[in-house]
């Protein structure tokens, strides 16, 4: 799930949707408007999954797609050689979700384990040890 917003809103630290990939913003720039055009903002963002950098250009008056992140607590069911299975401690339902990147919370996830995970456009990503 998404929400519109306006180029001119966003601000480093929020989140975006660039092509098609969830994006943390980590950069703004704006122009002022020019005899014939309107002001442009350059956001530079990374993405959440992939870690990927990824930059664009619009007019500050545009829309812009931005995630609902829906942040939940869980339990580490079991540990996979392929991801990790998660219990939402609210609704009780499980989840997989893949090894998170830093090896230093991979180490730590063991069965029995509380966590928070986020649920970004039906994906899911661990981000820390409770």
Request: charged share 25%.
């Amino acid at each position: 799930m998404s929400k519109p917003a306006g180029v001119g809103s966003l601000r480093e630290g929020r989140y975006i949707i660039v092509d098609g990939e969830p994006c943390r913003i980590v950069g703004i720039t704006k122009s002022k408007p020019g005899k014939h055009g309107s002001a442009k903002a350059r956001i530079v963002a990374i993405g959440i999954f992939d870690g990927a950098k990824r930059s664009f250009v619009k007019p500050v008056d545009a829309n812009v797609e931005v995630p609902m992140i829906n942040k939940r607590s869980g339990q580490v069911f079991s540990v996979t050689s392929s991801g990790v299975q998660i219990m939402d401690l609210e609704t009780y339902e499980y989840l997989d979700a893949p090894f998170p990147e830093d090896e230093n919370l991979k180490a730590k996830l063991t069965s029995g384990v509380e966590i928070e995970y986020w649920q970004i456009l039906g994906r899911v990503k661990i981000v820390r040890i409770k």
